[in-house]
């Protein structure tokens, strides 16, 4: 459910006339239904109201502090992989005892201002990640609430580039290995085992893999708390997919129930990272079509927003819907939307039935409220987009529009190249 919807053939957000946000504040911009994903949020967190729990909002999916924000006062934590995104949550407000750090790459500096801010654990991705915890912990007279990152090797049978939890991926301790870590673990003096964590993949649209994760920590949280291993909190990650086409993933409350079934019993608190099920949908595009053009193979419509404002195309070739913002009569056509980027990768739809666009005419692209605007970059010295909140018939815009000088903002010439006589 999205608060998206045409109103006589104009498309609203919440209250609000796209058309009307699109003439204040200019082309291209991410719009965000307050309502819709603050919904999102309650449903999820809801879902597992029979059990203790925590959601931790997973920052890289969406971190415009405004949005973070929306959860944080619904009591969510936060995930995060990076300083950055410990610095965002921050000045958005969170508890940091209710922050949980992940990532295969932290680097000691970032260690060190986690510890200082003090968040509840650091989610440990190999043994030299434990010892450069532990020093750090020493170095700052602190203990760091630690859990191991498990490679549980379930296939969650999504986009490569977005499964995780395999064996051949980069992420986590194997499972076999996590007993002989947790135990070199208890003997560091600057660490506090917390619990288990594991993240298995993004955008995953069935129920197994993530029970089957659970069977398998499940085994694993038994040998360890027979060791003397005091497992709190466990931590499933994020990962539960939405419909950006045609998927039907279960429902939150479908998700929560399987969940909460596999893992009857085990007496600890449970930790969420949901990203893209929160933000996905309440989030859209909106771009003007620059320019139609008719090859002699193709219909393309150029639009104003490239790969470097939405990327997921282009990365993942993935879908994202594509409707007009004035819907008005007319055939459908066979087109690619493409951007202004010197990439042939460059796209947003390709051999798309869409409606036949003229110059001029605004498009939604929807479903890009996770991985959207987190993504995005300066590439051909384009100025980031803004991001626009609407709640009821007012909007908000939460990051303003880049300028030429945000571009070069920290680039320095050295002073040799200012010298006409330089070799
Ligand atoms: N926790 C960890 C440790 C993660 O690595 C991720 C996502 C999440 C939570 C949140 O997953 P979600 O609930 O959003 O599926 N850029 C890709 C998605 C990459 C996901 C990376 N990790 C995309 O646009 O599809």
Aim: contains cysteine.
């Amino acid at each position: 459910m999205h608060d998206f919807h045409y109103v006589d053939d104009e498309l609203c957000c919440e209250g609000m006339p796209i058309l009307k946000i699109a003439g204040e504040v200019g082309t291209p911009f991410y719009l965000y239904s307050y309502r819709t994903i603050k919904n999102h949020f309650k449903v999820f967190d809801g879902a597992f109201a029979g059990i203790s729990h925590l959601v931790c909002f997973s920052a890289k999916s969406n971190a415009n502090i405004a949005i973070l924000k929306i959860f944080i006062r619904e009591g969510s934590g936060v995930d995060i992989v990076s300083g950055g995104e410990l610095y965002r949550a921050l000045q958005a407000g969170v508890d940091p005892g209710k922050v949980v750090y992940s990532g295969v790459g932290k680097r000691a500096d970032e260690i060190e201002y986690a510890l200082k801010s003090g968040i509840l654990m650091f989610n440990v991705e190999s043994p030299q990640e434990l010892e450069v915890i532990n020093d750090c912990a020493g170095r700052l007279g602190k203990k760091a609430g630690i859990s191991l990152r498990v490679n549980p090797d379930v296939d969650p049978r999504t986009h490569r580039h977005i499964a995780t939890g395999l064996r051949e991926n980069k992420f986590g301790i194997s499972i076999e290995r996590a007993r002989e870590e947790y135990h070199r673990a208890e003997k560091l003096p600057h660490l506090d085992i917390k619990g288990i964590s594991c993240h298995i993949g993004s955008q995953v649209t069935e129920i197994a893999p993530f029970t089957d994760t659970i069977e398998r920590l499940k085994k694993i949280i038994r040998l360890l708390r027979k060791d003397g291993i005091n497992i709190r909190y466990l931590d499933i990650g994020g990962g539960l997919g939405i419909t950006y086409d045609r998927e039907t993933p279960p429902h939150p409350s479908e998700y929560a129930s399987a969940i909460m079934k596999a893992s009857a019993g085990m007496d600890c608190t449970f930790i969420f990272e949901p990203g893209r099920v929160i933000v996905g949908n309440g989030g859209i595009l909106v771009t003007r079509v620059l320019y139609t053009k008719a090859t002699e193979d193709k219909n393309f419509v150029i639009v104003d927003a490239g790969m470097n404002d939405l990327l997921r195309p282009a990365l993942y070739d993935s879908y994202h819907h594509i409707q007009p913002v004035v819907k008005r009569e007319g055939q459908e056509i066979m087109a690619d939307v493409v951007g202004p980027i010197c990439e042939s990768s460059d796209y947003l739809a390709k051999g798309r039935m869409i409606p036949r666009f003229e110059r001029g005419e605004l498009m939604a692209v929807m479903s890009a409220g996770a991985y959207g605007f987190s993504m995005s970059s300066n590439y051909n010295a384009r100025p980031r987009i803004p991001e626009v909140l609407v709640r009821n018939d007012q909007f908000y815009v939460i990051r303003k529009r880049e300028e030429y000088a945000d571009l070069v903002r920290g680039e320095e010439i050295p002073n040799f190249l200012m010298n006409e006589t330089v070799a």
